[in-house]
């Protein structure tokens, strides 16, 4: 079983327009779709559309839309009661494709619902095989909030894998506490690499983008020799480098990426973990995360992709040196 745990829920809301948006005009929205966000939510969601087992943990008040959409879906999960508001993001999508992001501030959580949803984590790992720690604290969390989870999962639960995805000061405390944590599997963007570890902007993503990618996979050994097992960089929804002791893997999509309801980055940790948690080779979880992040989702399910969606054979994967 797979266990996603989101600190900061959200409901994302994302709305299709007819055209272009026009400024201080009104703008017909011709569809919407909305789901229950926060990226372990994102991830369970996809997990359970696929017929994976996973159960999802978070903070959420006991009657909001946000708990009815994850009943309705029926993704088994556990709350820990607050008293909200859930957060909205709002997605606008013209005719191109182009989007345009609102965004409301985290949810708010005080020091002992952060340790009463610490205690809920450890509880349900006695049933997990991966915990998947993601996506933005509330502001009143301290910044190694996600290392004291993974301290207390050490102790109470040696065997379970750990797998992050964090940016900003959360990434940066997970990085430099690497040693006494030793995740699993470290899922971050190049631009986060780039700012957790004090790099100048763009010092990964410009040698990526013209080709050179030994700048990504030098950074990303240095945290695999600081304590991580796998590191998985994602530059953007098409491609993604993976990187351990022995193995260093670019995936490139090379076709359309489809419509989807839920973060792609969300998608590619759900494809990724899927496979790892089946026993695939890091080749086979890396196909499965970027053809999952490019698919496109059931209509039928508010866009989240399924794995009837997955275009596999668009993946290609080039070793590195």
């Known amino acids: 079983m797979i266990l996603t745990v989101t600190a900061s829920p959200y409901l994302l809301s994302t709305n299709e327009l007819d055209g272009h948006i026009e400024i201080g005009e009104a703008n017909k929205i011709r569809q919407v779709s909305t789901v229950a966000g926060g990226f372990g939510t994102g991830v369970a969601a ?7 087992e996973t159960f999802a943990v978070f903070p959420a008040p006991e009657i ?11 993704l088994p999960h556990e709350i820990i009661p607050v008293a909200g508001p ?5 997605t606008m999508r013209d005719v191109e494709g182009n989007e ?28 997990a095989s ?14 190694a909030w996600f290392v004291d989870v993974v301290r207390s999962l050490r102790l ?3 065997d379970v894998k750990v797998a992050i995805a964090a940016t900003g000061a959360a990434l940066r405390a997970v990085i430099r506490q690497l040693a006494a944590t ?76 489809g419509k989807q309801g839920v973060n792609w980055r969300e998608s590619f940790s759900a494809g990724f973990l899927a496979a790892s948690n089946d026993g695939k080779t890091a080749t086979e979880c890396l196909i499965n995360g970027v053809a999952y992040a490019n698919a496109e989702g ?7 992709p399924t794995p009837d969606r997955l275009q596999a054979q668009h993946v290609v994967i080039t070793p590195l040196a």
Do not use: C
């Open 46 to 52: 996809t997990l359970f559309y696929g017929g994976n």
């Open 64 to 74: 909001s839309h946000y708990l009815r959409l994850v009943t309705l879906a029926g």
């Open 86 to 90: 859930i957060p909205m993001h709002l």
């Open 100 to 127: 345009t992001k609102f965004k409301d501030s985290p949810m708010p959580l005080d020091v002992s619902q952060l340790a009463i949803l610490r205690d809920l984590v450890v509880r349900r790992a006695e049933e």
């Open 130 to 143: 991966w915990v998947l720690l993601g996506g933005n604290l509330p502001s009143v969390a301290p910044a």
């Open 156 to 158: 109470y639960h040696p």
């Open 182 to 257: 030793s995740p699993d599997l470290l899922i971050v963007a190049a631009e986060e690499i780039e700012k957790a570890t004090e790099l100048e902007p763009k010092t990964l993503r410009n040698p990526w983008a013209d080709g050179d990618l030994s700048p990504t996979v030098a950074a990303a050994r240095a945290l695999i020799n600081s304590g991580v097992t796998e590191v998985v960089v994602t530059n953007k929804r098409t491609e993604s480098l993976y990187v351990s002791a022995s193995d260093a893997l670019l995936a490139s999509y090379a076709s359309a990426p």
């Open 298 to 304: 059931s209509e039928w399910d508010n866009y989240i």
